[in-house]
């Protein structure tokens, strides 16, 4: 199976960026498809955005469309989330998660999470 650590969350104010990576251990990373969620306080978990295996194909949530960006460097075994022109509704615990099947915005299809991150942005 794969460790999942996530890094790089913080505060920012509105319209600020940041950047989180997710770093892997264990399993050969690149045999996973890798998804971003993220779970605001009283809200239920939502998809964020996922990658293939070769990061040649994602998927993204409506709502990020266009402020956010995906990647992976399988080298590194390491998941990024670029998260630009952040909005206070982005503020939010954000996950990254892995699964040995294919592109889903369903969380119970990944199998294995990381602990999360803390992402507030202020107005």
């Known amino acids: 199976q794969v460790q999942l650590v996530e890094s790089g969350g913080g505060l920012v104010q509105a319209g600020g960026s940041l950047r989180l990576s997710c770093a892997a251990s264990?399993?050969?990373?690149?045999?996973?498809?890798m998804g971003w969620f993220r779970q605001a306080p009283g809200k239920e978990r939502e998809f964020v955005t996922a990658i293939s295996r070769t990061g040649g194909s994602t998927d993204y949530a409506d709502s990020v469309k266009g402020r956010f960006t995906i990647s992976r460097d399988n080298a590194k075994n390491t998941l990024y989330l670029q998260m630009n022109s952040l909005k206070p509704e982005d503020t939010a615990v954000y996950y990254c998660?892995?699964?040995?099947?294919?592109?889903?915005?369903?969380?119970?299809?990944?199998?294995?999470w990381g602990q999360g991150t803390q992402v507030t942005v202020s107005s």
């Open positions: 998660a892995a699964s040995g099947g294919r592109i889903s915005t369903k969380g119970n299809e990944y199998p294995y």
């Open positions: 264990g399993r050969t990373f690149s045999w996973y498809v």
